[in-house]
């Protein structure tokens, strides 16, 4: 039953006019503009998930003792929907999202959304608000589903009630032109995550814990925070929001996934993709003593991070309080610019998905 909710439809009696969405889908940062609508689902202990709605876009009234302003029981994914060729929408790997989903909501210590009714949630909003994917460069639709605990209560234990809502927002690139070289702070400091902690859930507590280090970055003139393993600090982890990559002549070496990592949609397609396409993948620890000797020697020719929002972002230098370390050419290399391209290509639709990746939507 849970997976077959019937929805609800309200429809936004004031939708953004044609003329004035174009205009906003002509000028798109990141995360600023909303469409009309949003989907809503309820869940109560005994009852299960019930009451899908798709309901114009609005603030959210919230009770000052909602469970989820004092314990931080929340939960969140990002995806995206890509304009086709043909004028059609599609998603890429919506499934992986909603696998993930349940993952995160189990370690809070939530009730996992069934994946079928995470999924139809999604299609149901991008068919609504179809006219609000972008069709130009690499412009998309950002899907943001979220779950919260909203029972009224300040008592320390699971809730009993909780909300899903999915927010969809049209973007731009990140990068103007194409993805450019960034540069990255070695947080040496404080932990993203720990042993047996939250690192593997997409909760937003992560984010939260990682925003003094990037604040640290940014003072440094970097555009993000790269952390190290809690216990030795000395092995590479991930970013404040993207995982990591290095890149050794035709290998490629990320850190494997433990409960301190989160599992990135991004990072596992990169892996797919770059062994089918004849490079050596390890999913092993990486350190610091040995980035700094193979940037020396030359070895390490390139670093890329890679995420949803990014999808691939070339990794010029690295800065710490004992200097700065140039990789490779400080450019963006052979590797990360070819895998880059065939990842667009097939997220777009303008490359054959071999993967079976992309589904259709409209």
Not at 14 to 31: C, D, K, M, S, Y
Not at 256 to 267: A, E, S, V
Request: aromatic residues 8%; proline residues 6%; charged residues 20%.
């Amino acid at each position: 039953m849970n997976g077959s909710l019937e929805f609800e439809t309200r429809q936004n009696a004031t939708p953004v006019a044609v003329a004035e969405r174009e205009a906003l889908l002509a000028n798109l940062g990141f995360g600023r503009t909303f469409t009309d609508h949003m989907v809503s689902i309820s869940y109560s202990d005994g009852k299960g998930w019930y009451d899908a709605r798709l309901e114009p876009y609005a603030p959210l009234r919230m009770d000052p003792a909602t469970a989820v302003l004092h314990y931080a029981q929340s939960i969140f994914e990002g995806l995206k929907a890509y304009r086709a060729p043909d004028g059609g929408v599609v998603m890429f790997r919506p499934d992986a999202n909603a696998a993930r989903f349940v993952r995160s909501a189990e370690r809070m210590a939530m009730p996992p959304l069934p994946p079928e009714l995470f999924l139809h949630s999604l299609r149901v909003l991008i068919e609504q608000d179809r006219d609000w994917v972008p069709g130009s460069g690499e412009s998309s639709l950002y899907l943001r589903p979220i779950q919260y605990a909203s029972e009224v209560y300040l008592g320390v234990r699971p809730a009993l009630q909780y909300q899903f809502l999915v927010l969809a927002s049209p973007v731009g690139a990140i990068f103007a032109g194409g993805a450019k070289p960034c540069s990255i702070w070695l947080e040496r400091e404080n932990n993203r995550s720990g042993p047996g902690g939250t690192g593997a859930a997409k909760c937003g507590g992560n984010y939260a814990s990682s925003l003094l280090a990037q604040a640290e970055a940014m003072r440094h003139g970097c555009e993000q925070v790269v952390f190290l393993d809690a216990t030795e600090h000395r092995h590479f982890e991930e970013l404040g929001g993207m995982n990591v990559f290095f890149v050794l002549g035709d290998t490629l070496v990320t850190p494997p996934l433990t409960d301190t990592i989160l599992p990135g949609i991004t990072r596992d397609s990169v892996i797919t993709l770059a062994r089918h396409r004849g490079l050596t993948v390890e999913e092993r620890s990486y350190s610091i003593d040995e980035f700094r000797s193979d940037a020396a020697s030359d070895a390490l020719t390139e670093m890329f991070a890679c995420g949803t929002a990014a999808v691939i972002t070339p990794i010029a230098r690295l800065l710490s309080a004992d200097g700065e370390i140039v990789v490779g050419d400080g450019g963006s290399g052979r590797v990360t610019t070819s895998l880059r391209s065939a990842l667009l290509d097939i997220q777009y639709g303008r490359a054959e998905d071999e993967f079976g990746w992309v589904q259709r939507i409209v």
